[in-house]
């Protein structure tokens, strides 16, 4: 989720690509799930499910989203979530049962022959397994896509990239990235159209709140790592934290606790993020050794990527090849 209801706070405008320029390092999972997901609803199971019954939805994804990066000059750097924080396993969980529920109406719909309901639930019931995440880095690596592997949350260690001058943006649909410290957070990379600019410092000061303030707020609200308080929306919350100044004076004078809200205060303050990583901007994608192994190792649909391996290759026609050299 990605606390959504941060959007009523946060200073977001469209921004149009052409005013966007540099690195940005994209929430892998985020963007991936996201891919996979359309693939799946919009794309026969056919045209990226191996003979053996693997599904490989996500390198149709791939192929399909990375000429957005390379046809705007913007270099894309993936960075994949490590291991969930113990906070998180409540909402793991639930997002679980959920798409159990999912599995059992796809089951009912395929015995009833419902095409408009399996093309819906097999798109709610992706996860990202083991096969997706290894060949998903694997196509990175030939089309020359850096990856950086975060010890924990992927947008905390995007938003630390970016806050260390090695990134310029976050690439993430979650709220969540806001509350690690992204400066600027494009949203809306999977999506038709232009991006949206969520602008940290803006937020702060349309608000009035200090980054702290505003963690407060959130876990008044909710977040992914806890339940709010009943009662606390986000007009509420921030007319509390602008009266008592912070979660647990607001807290104290409603008579309210929150479970572990100072772990969730401490995960957002200080995430554990690393910087042991590296990267080139350079790019030099090696479009027919990814050609190869999508087609031919993976047997995706030639003609379902070809467009997007084409995309690619134009817009190094296009740039002359120095961005890539």
Known sequence: MGNAALRDIAVIDDVPFEDIEGVVAVDAHNWLYRYLTTTVKWTSSGKYTTTDGT???NLLGI???VPKFFENDIVPVMV????P???KSDEIESRREQRQTYEDQLEVAREEGDQVAI???ESRTQRLTETIQETSRELFERLDVPVVEAPAEGEAQAAHMVRRGDADYVGSEDYDALLFGSPLTLRQLTSKGDPELMDLDATLAHHDLTLEQLIDAAILIGTDFNEGVRGIGP???LKAIGEHGDMWSVLEARGESVEYGDRVRQLFREPNVTDDYEFETSLEPDIEAARAYVVDEWG????????GFERIEESAVQSGLDRWT
């Open 63 to 65: 192929v399909q989203g």
């Open 80 to 83: 994949f979530d490590g291991g």
């Open 85 to 87: 924080s113990e906070l």
């Open 300 to 307: 995706v649909d030639a003609d379902e990527v070809e467009r």
């Open 119 to 121: 093309a819906q639930l």
């Open 55 to 57: 599904e490989v939805a």
């Open 235 to 237: 007009k509420t919350a």
